[in-house]
């Protein structure tokens, strides 16, 4: 996993560079633009692909949960093969993380698998979907449970593109960066910890810093365990009760990174419950997801247990039915806790969110 290309203005700034030194050249650049990605965007990559010498054939791609199904990745895989794909040319995936994660979904599956290279451009995707090459659709039966590893060519992280970027989703990619600092610990959980909200802006360059740390944690954790089966799993923190949450919820009523929130305050009441963690953990760490007007609790009532126990019980980490849980000690350390009880993590959610 490379590390990525990260700043204001890095897109048109390297997007150029990294196309010019594919090897071999690429037969043809395919572009799948998220719909909600702005113009901006569009133009810095068709200026970019121009100097590069190679005609970009833009394609929209699926946004919204809802459209991360195999019929998008289908619909977007016969798109493509129409347009002229063959195995040497080069896709390029401009978006969310439900436009990043289908479209390499497909890079990896059309033609038994194509090069492809990721431009995220939600707060979300920048720091946690479009790095460490998983890719997946949802399926019926649980999210992101049909999928593949499939390494991009690079990663271009330009933090200018999230000027437009709605309040929920902003606030939606603030949960996996308080998630990320949380991992990492030292430097990034500190600068997170005294940033305000307002500091913390689009525009600033404490965000553009922030994000870059988070995004070059996440690959060198990736470089460590490419294929998930160790230190990879670590990076979750949060996740397994997150995705039964924004399961359960749905995605208006819980945004991924929002969920992540929940998560991570459920994994830290495990921590303090077994006196991994002292106690003043769960306050503060409510109180910094609450200044970056995170949730804290869920609107309205918890799902039911039966819900809950089946949605857990489908977490891809779950071995011989019981769940591994990622648990912080403190910022910069967790452990992953083997063998909890599906009914065990149902009642450390009622204790932690109702
Ligand atoms: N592959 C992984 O390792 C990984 C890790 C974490 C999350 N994910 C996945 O990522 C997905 C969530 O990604 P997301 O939060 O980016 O959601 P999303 O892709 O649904 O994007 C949210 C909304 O923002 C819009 N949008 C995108 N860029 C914009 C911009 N610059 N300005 C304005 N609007 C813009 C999109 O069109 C969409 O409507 C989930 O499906 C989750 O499972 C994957
Ligand atoms: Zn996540």
Redesign the pocket.
Known sequence: MKSPDCGKGALRATLTRRLQGLRPRPSALFVVL?????EVAERAVRLAAKDAGMAATLLRGP???SR?TLASAEKLAGKLIRKGLDRRAFVLAV?????T?VTGFVAASIMRGVRWGVVP??L??MV??AV?G???VNLEEG??LFGAFHFPSFLIIDTN??R???AR?WR??RG?LIKTAMLSGGAMWRSLCSASSGSLARRSDALTTLVHKAARYKAKVVAQDPQDNEERKLLNLGHTFGHALETAMGPRRL???EAVALGVLCAVKVAVENELAPASTEADMRLLFARHDLPTELKGPLPNATTLRRLLSRDKKADDGLLQLVVPLRPGEVVLVKGVAVQDAVDVLRRTLS
């Open positions: 998220d719909p909600g990605a702005t946004h919204g949960e991360k978006g969310g993380g439900v436009c994660d451009t939600t979300l995707a946690d979907a460490g998983k890719t997946a999210k992101n593109l999230l437009t970027l709605p989703e939606s990619g996996e945004r991924h990174g």
